[in-house]
């Protein structure tokens, strides 16, 4: 099963400029690679640092410091949970202040 991931924002989507924001991508258990996208797949940081949350459910973090203008768009998250690629998550709109 592969369900779509999730994408959040900590401490939300709106940033003061200069501060700092979490972008926490969630899929299922057994996920291998969690990649954040900025806008289009070719824009991306990927991590293979998941933890497991919940029984069903895993997750990476991806802290962006000293926000800027910027950093500010459209983000999305996808998955590989061998042997595939998930579908991408909704895009999570990142405002910078």
């Known amino acids: 099963d592969m369900p779509r991931p999730s994408i959040s924002a900590e401490p939300g989507t709106v940033i003061p400029l200069g501060s700092h924001v979490t972008f926490v991508c969630r899929g299922p258990v057994g996920v291998q690679t969690f990649r954040l996208e900025r806008e289009t797949r070719f824009k991306f940081t990927e991590s293979e640092d998941v933890s497991q949350v919940s029984p069903s459910e895993s ?10 203008e910027g ?13 595939k690629w998930s579908e991408h998550s909704d895009f999570l709109q990142l405002l910078v202040q």
């Open 71 to 83: 950093n500010a768009g459209p983000y999305r998250c996808i998955y590989y949970k061998p042997p």
């Open 59 to 68: 997750e990476a973090r991806f802290r962006l410091d000293s926000v800027t």
